[in-house]
C-alpha cells in the first residue's frame, strides 16, 4: 500500500535543544497529520495541515510546536525548545483528501534527555 | 475522559479460532471508525474501517460489527493466525468539522500456535 517514510527513525537530544522531524507524504496526498504516543498510552492528534496552513490542533500542540512544507518538500515538526516530556513516538500520517484513509509512517522515536 | 475506549488491554486466542476485540465510544457526533493493525516498530496500518450508515462491515477474515444506540463496536478475527497477532486499535472521526482521529489505547493481540 501506500508508504509514508519518516526520518530520523530515532532521535536523542538534550533538554532545550531544537529538534526537528520529517515526514514524505505519499506522493498525491494534500491532507497531512502529526500524532504523539508515550509509551504504554494511546496515540494523540497533534496537528493537521492542509493547503499551507495549520487546519486543527489540540492542546498537545504547544507554542514551541510547528510544522511546515515548503515547496513540498518534506512535512516537517520541529520542537523549539525541547522539554523532557516531548520524549514520545510523533508518527506523520496523510490522506488523499478530507475524512479519507490516513497512511501512517513508522515513527520517530524522540527521547529528550 | 476517554473518548474511545478498549475493554481490554490485551487478548490471547488459539490458531484457528475467532478473535473479538472490543471497543466503546462517548461522542455522538463521531461517525466513521476504522480500526489500525500495528506491528511492533512500525506505525498502525489501516486495517477496517465503518461508517455509522451500517452496522455491519466485512473484508476477508476481518468484520467490524457496530452499535449505533449503544455506541461500540468490535472487531472479529475469524479463522486467527499467528501473524495477526499485533496491537489493534479503535478509532473514530466525526464529519461534522474535525479533521482528527481519537484512537483508543489499543489491545494486544497474542494468537497462540
Known amino acids: 500500500g501506500p508508504k509514508v517514510l519518516q526520518i530520523p527513525s530515532h532521535q536523542i537530544i538534550d533538554m532545550g535543544q531544537m529538534v526537528t522531524l520529517n515526514c514524505d507524504p505519499v506522493?498525491?496526498?494534500?491532507?497531512f497529520y502529526w500524532y504523539k504516543q508515550i509509551l504504554g498510552q494511546q496515540m494523540e492528534f497533534l496537528v493537521n495541515f492542509y493547503n499551507g496552513k495549520v487546519m486543527e490542533k489540540s492542546k498537545l500542540f504547544k507554542d514551541q510546536f510547528s510544522v511546515e512544507r515548503p515547496d513540498g518538500s518534506y512535512f516537517t515538526l520541529k520542537i523549539q525548545p525541547t522539554a523532557l516530556e516531548d520524549s514520545a513516538v510523533y508518527f506523520c500520517?496523510?490522506?488523499?483528501?478530507?475524512?479519507?484513509?490516513?497512511?501512517f509512517g513508522p515513527g520517530t522515536r524522540l527521547l529528550v534527555l | 475522559q476517554q473518548q474511545v475506549r478498549q475493554s481490554s488491554q490485551s487478548l490471547t486466542v488459539w490458531e484457528g479460532e475467532t478473535a473479538i476485540l472490543n471497543c466503546s465510544y462517548e461522542?455522538?457526533?463521531?461517525?466513521?471508525f476504522p480500526w489500525y493493525q500495528q506491528f511492533p516498530g512500525e506505525g498502525p496500518a489501516l486495517l477496517i474501517a465503518?461508517?455509522?450508515?451500517?452496522d455491519k462491515k466485512e473484508d476477508g477474515r476481518f468484520t467490524i460489527f457496530f452499535n449505533k444506540r449503544e455506541k461500540n463496536l468490535s472487531l472479529h478475527i475469524k479463522d486467527s493466525q499467528p501473524g495477526d497477532s499485533a496491537t489493534y486499535f479503535c478509532a473514530a472521526s466525526a464529519s461534522s468539522g474535525s479533521w482528527q482521529l481519537i484512537f483508543g489505547s489499543g489491545t494486544q493481540l497474542t494468537v497462540m500456535p
Open positions: 465503518i461508517r455509522s450508515v451500517s
Open positions: 500520517a496523510s490522506s488523499s483528501g478530507w475524512q479519507d484513509t490516513q497512511y
Open positions: 506522493s498525491n496526498h494534500l491532507y
Open positions: 461522542n455522538s457526533a463521531f461517525d466513521y
